[in-house]
């Protein structure tokens, strides 16, 4: 217990040096800039493939599960667009993303701790946790709402690929579906979800990696409790703030 | 100058460094030499302030540093170029970006200018075309002198080396050492390093401090250093067979 509030303790006190006044401006911009293309960009292609196939299987697996006359066959797109806006393109793409990103932030730290990188920004005078920490926040609470809504729209389009190309549902049933008693907060909860996820995943395994204490052994290490914690985080505070935005 | 007085430190209990008082010099190289684990690194990283002190002083000229706040070390940091064991370049910036890293933080220069310095430290380190080069990209030697061109960017008044040599060939490590004693007195800075390759003891060891079990064991210089009559240090500078003969050269 004791050890759990220490690093609680910890973690906090790495965000107030990470959200400390930024030494030159520019270079923060240039390295958030970095970290958009880096944590971002290139986590558009796994997103939009794990969407595609997450809207495909929710799609088959609601249209088999509700195959009744009683049921008009337009629910099965509505059922699609739900799943995905509420839980599978915040959630679910975030898991994947603590796992993509999350550990290669806390490696990436964890390296530099190792190699005295770290140790070389603060000989320098220079705010490490802040130079290192804080352009990766800015650039994943940008950028990850981009990835919800992109998941949202590929997820949707798998939905439609999936549904149409085995029967299930007609391309028209499966339009007016994703159209029918369609809520705009649910976009809303979605990206605020997105959001705190991203701060999650980011604060946390840049936490793991700062402080380890070792060689390439505890880097390891490291990364693996980066994923493993945003994870549980992640599913934590889904739970919460579904409770806090939805009830 | 920087003087250490009754500097103690420990992890978990274990005492590491007992009772430190030492006196660096401008314009020389001052070397801390020992055994792997005397201590030397947590010293060295004692005085840049790396690790925090359990008691004891450390000034530079006549600032107190070990008491100042955030801030304040911020400022003295500035004026400080370290160089470390394993280079500590950042993987992700090429050699230029390196150099030009403590130029972009705390000045503000222009790019042309800061091309410049970086160019004129590069050249003064005997780099050439390999500006773009990633530090993956360099041999352990170009490693070495490209931390120590980024910890002269800023034209520091303090330098510091850990373990300038390790991983390094005789002739590049002496060609570091050269390095090393040459940007010292031209520029007069106080460098510490810390080694215990007797090569670099006998180049350019101009005051020498032994640290055995985290207390100072023997001070003095490269000459006196062959004749003194302290066993531990005897121990750890004749280990070697070479190092044996040349004793019994020396006192022949």
Not at chain 1, 137 to 147: C, E, K, R, V
Not at chain 2, 40 to 53: M, N, P, Q, R
Not at chain 2, 209 to 235: Q, Y
Request: hydrophobic residues 45%; neutral net charge.
């Amino acid at each position: 217990m004791i050890k759990f509030l220490t690093q609680f303790g910890r973690y906090f006190l790495l965000l107030k040096k990470v959200f400390s006044r930024p030494e030159k401006p520019y270079v923060y911009y240039k390295q958030t800039m970095h970290e958009l293309l880096y944590l971002g960009f290139y986590s558009v292609g796994i997103t939009a493939i794990i969407s595609f196939f997450m809207g495909a299987v929710i799609t088959l697996q609601t249209a088999y599960n509700t195959e009744n006359p009683i049921y008009p066959t337009y629910l099965i797109g509505l059922g699609c667009r739900d799943s995905i806006i509420l839980e599978f393109s915040s959630t679910i793409t975030a898991l994947i993303l603590a796992g993509k990103v999350g550990s290669s932030i806390a490696s990436e730290i964890g390296t530099m701790r190792v190699t005295e990188q770290i140790d070389a920004l603060e000989m320098m005078g220079v705010n490490s946790a802040s130079y290192l920490i804080l352009p990766k926040i800015i650039a994943t609470l940008l950028f990850f709402p981009i990835l919800t809504l992109l998941s949202i729209c590929i997820g949707i389009l798998g939905g439609w690929a999936a549904g149409t190309s085995a029967g299930v549902i007609t391309s028209a049933n499966f339009i007016y579906g994703i159209q029918y008693a369609f809520i705009p907060y649910y976009i809303v909860y979605s990206l605020t979800k997105m959001l705190v996820f991203a701060f999650i995943i980011t604060s946390v395994s840049s936490f793991q990696g700062y402080y380890v204490d070792g060689g390439s052994l505890e880097v390891g290490r490291a990364s693996t409790k980066a994923v493993v914690f945003s994870s549980v985080m992640i599913l934590l505070f889904n739970v919460v703030l579904t409770q806090l935005l939805l009830s | 100058m920087i003087t250490v007085k009754h500097l103690e430190k420990s992890f978990n209990g274990h005492v590491v460094l007992n009772d430190i008082s030492i006196i660096f010099e401008t314009g020389k190289t001052n070397l801390i030499i020992g055994r792997s684990g005397s201590g030397k690194t947590v010293l060295l990283k004692s005085i840049v302030g790396l690790h925090e002190i359990d008691s004891g002083e450390i000034w530079f000229e006549d600032i107190l540093f070990n008491k100042l706040d955030f801030k304040e070390k911020k400022k003295i940091r500035q004026e400080m170029g370290m160089l470390f064991q394993g280079s500590a370049l950042f993987d992700s910036l090429t050699v230029e970006q390196n150099v030009r890293f403590p130029l972009d933080m705390f000045t503000d220069q222009t790019l042309e200018e800061k091309n410049e310095r970086v160019n004129f430290c590069l050249q003064r380190v005997n780099i050439t075309n390999a500006n773009n080069l990633f530090p993956s990209e360099l041999s352990g030697g170009m490693k070495k002198r490209v931390a120590i061109a980024r910890a002269i960017s800023l034209k520091p008044k303090y330098l510091f080396c850990d373990e300038p040599n390790s991983g390094l060939d005789p002739p590049n490590a002496i060609l570091i050492d050269a390095l090393i004693k040459e940007i010292t007195e031209e520029y007069l800075i106080t460098t510490i390093v810390n080694t215990h390759d007797m090569n670099s003891v006998i180049e350019i060891g101009t005051n020498i401090v032994f640290i055995n079990e985290g207390k100072i064991c023997w001070e003095g210089n490269k000459n006196e250093i062959l004749h003194s009559d302290n066993e531990v240090l005897n121990d750890f500078i004749f280990a070697n067979a070479l190092a044996k003969q040349l004793k019994m050269h020396v006192r022949k």
